[in-house]
């Protein structure tokens, strides 16, 4: 099992800046995947980037130049540094764990970002 707790959301302003932090415990694989999903009301949950033990990253393209994920594989923890955030950004933001190749996926119980324009 994998435990995920996730802060940092909150309510912003438009073009303003906030940082989502993610901490997993328990019995975490030294290969994984650590990443961010984020789903507004009415819509699909989506990616919004993902980022490997390795360092492979990869970021929906909405969100291309304005977040950076970052982790500290030590400290099995991922962030999510937004910035220029826009009011279609609002979402509950998810922290995501999972191991390649297997079954093993993991989801924190989400943080919502707000962003009034």
Partial sequence: QVQLVESGGGLVQAGGSLRLSCVASGSIFSINAMGWYRQAPGKQRELVAVCTSGGSINYADSVKGRFTISRDNAKNTVY???????????????CRYSVPYSQYEYWGQGTQVTVSS
């Fill in 80 to 94: 999510l540094q937004m910035s220029s955030l826009k009011p279609e950004d609002t979402a509950v933001y998810y």
